[in-house]
């Protein structure tokens, strides 16, 4: 009998999307995120034969919203990307190293390509520049060690120098009329800059004219120099280098704060690198109950970087058998993890320091499929 009286008053809901953020609906522009990349970790800093930064590019506008981060970018590692809807595929090995000459279906580097470009999916690799970083892959392997103090083996160089050029010149002007012919002259080489004070020499008031210039410049200006000896006195050519950088370059010598055994160190790296197995390589004289100090770090191939390099053990992925030879032979111990073993692991913090970094902004996911192509059976 109720009801009868009820009356169902129909209702309008409406959705205000506008005071919801989904997160999955974040992005970033492609130049805007390979700007806050380089940011993070300048490109500057990777070795000169390295291939870094954006290596396929989507016809823009290209817009981001999942990042996926991979060691190696192999055909199972980008069917998994496909599925996971990935607009940009960090890959910290670059998949594209050498010359490509066509884009076939022939190979599987060039079937990456045509995958990518198919589904509008961007690829960066960083490599060594992550490898110099401050807060790079040498860094994180350094963490297994325990607690230590840590500097780059090859630091690297500030990317600009600290004065415009390349080179400075100095030199003394008697008259002023030939400095007003000198000021005149180099002023009008490309790529100088040129200031002047008073200076006495032997109790005599002259003219100091400094410069710096570029490599090419300063070719011409010490051509000018030269036709004009008595124009001038006292010149000084310097070369401008730029500084070192205190925490970033390629490898790490890390000194521990205390001493501990060789298996003790063995036990912490295979801890840190999830790993049941290593390969050791035992240096001259040197046991198991060894302790070790000093030790030289390099993510992925180590032999180029540690060679010289003065310390108790070197830990690496891979070594050529003639470079561990020379190790051992020195009394330095040798521990290969495998190449990307050494590198692997460093980019579950790359993807939380990216995430603080990119303020959140684009959906970051580590890739499942990656792995070491190597196994112990």
Not at 153 to 168: D, L, M, V
Request: charge should be neutral; charged fraction near 20%.
């Amino acid at each position: 009998m109720l009801s009868s009286h009820l009356r169902l008053v129909p209702t309008r809901v409406q959705l205000v999307r506008s005071l919801v953020r989904n997160p999955s609906s974040s992005f970033m522009d492609l130049k805007a995120l390979l700007s806050s990349l380089n940011d993070f970790a300048s490109l500057s800093f990777a070795e000169s034969w390295d291939n870094v930064g954006l290596l396929v590019e989507p016809s823009p506008p290209h817009t981001v919203n999942t990042l996926f981060l991979t060691n190696d970018l192999t055909e199972e590692v980008m069917e998994e990307a496909l599925r996971k809807k990935a607009d940009f595929i960090l890959s910290y090995h670059p998949p594209i190293f050498r010359p490509i000459k066509r884009i076939t279906w022939k190979t599987w580097k060039e079937r990456l390509v045509i995958r990518a470009l198919e589904n509008r999916i961007a690829i960066y690799s960083p490599h060594t520049a992550y490898d110099a970083a401050p807060q790079g892959v040498n860094n994180w392997l350094a963490k297994g060690l325990g607690v230590c103090t840590s500097r780059p083996i090859h630091p690297s160089k500030a990317p600009n120098y600290p004065t415009e050029g390349t080179h400075r010149v100095e030199f003394n002007v008697n008259h002023t009329q030939d400095l007003d012919k000198v000021m005149s002259t180099v002023k009008g080489i490309s790529d100088v800059s040129v200031t002047s004070f008073s200076a006495r020499t032997d109790d005599e008031e002259q003219t100091r004219v400094s410069l710096n210039c570029s490599q090419q410049a300063l070719m011409q200006v010490v051509a000018f120099l030269s036709q004009n000896r008595q124009l001038y006195q006292k010149t000084e050519i310097l070369s401008l280098e730029k500084p070192l950088l205190l925490h970033t370059g390629m490898g790490r010598l890390c000194t521990l704060d205390d001493s501990v055994s060789l298996a003790t160190l063995i036990e912490r790296i295979k801890r840190h690198l999830k790993l049941s197995h290593v390969r050791l390589a035992l240096g001259a004289g040197r046991t198991l109950e060894s302790q070790v100090k000093v030790v030289a770090v390099c993510a992925g191939s180590g032999s180029s970087v540690l060679q010289g390099a003065e310390a108790d053990l070197y830990l690496t992925g891979e070594m050529s058998h003639h470079d561990v030879l020379d190790a051992a032979s020195q009394g330095i111990n040798v521990i290969l993890c495998e190449h990307s073993n050494t590198e692997r692991g460093f980019l579950s913090d790359l993807r939380d320091a990216l995430s603080v970094h990119l303020e959140n902004k684009i959906n970051i996911i580590l890739s499942e499929a990656d792995r070491d192509p190597l196994q112990v059976v």
